[in-house]
């Protein structure tokens, strides 16, 4: 019996509640959704509706979005390691993101 790797979803939304914090603020709140939408994985309108909010709803915003990505792609692993990649960038350089995207890389592989 062995036990088969998450999905891409279930690892990202188990992760999303920890995300919206850290994503609210700035840094790393700019270079990531930058990041995030430079490899289009936010789009402009997207990101525009994101900039028009504050704080936690911010990060919440970008999460969903992403959650949202993850669950519409047809290849959800390949969706969540390049967000993984995003949030592990030297670009990005925050820790508890480094953290976040090496735990979710572990956990779909």
């Known amino acids: 019996h062995c036990t088969v790797g998450k999905s891409a979803k279930d690892v990202f939304k188990k992760t999303l509640p920890k995300l919206i914090n850290i994503l609210g603020k700035d840094p790393p709140f700019s270079v990531v959704t930058a990041s995030l939408n ?5 789009t402009d309108q997207e990101l525009g509706a994101i900039k028009t909010k504050q ?30 990649e995003i949030f592990e960038s030297e ?19």
């Open 91 to 109: 670009d990005v350089d925050n820790a508890t993101l480094k953290k976040h995207g090496a735990n979710m890389r572990t956990n779909i592989s």
């Open 38 to 42: 430079a490899e289009d994985l936010i």
């Open 55 to 84: 704080g936690v709803e911010r990060g919440s915003e970008v999460a969903y979005t992403l959650r949202d990505k993850i669950k519409d792609s047809d290849d959800p692993n390949a969706c969540l390691l390049a967000i993984c």
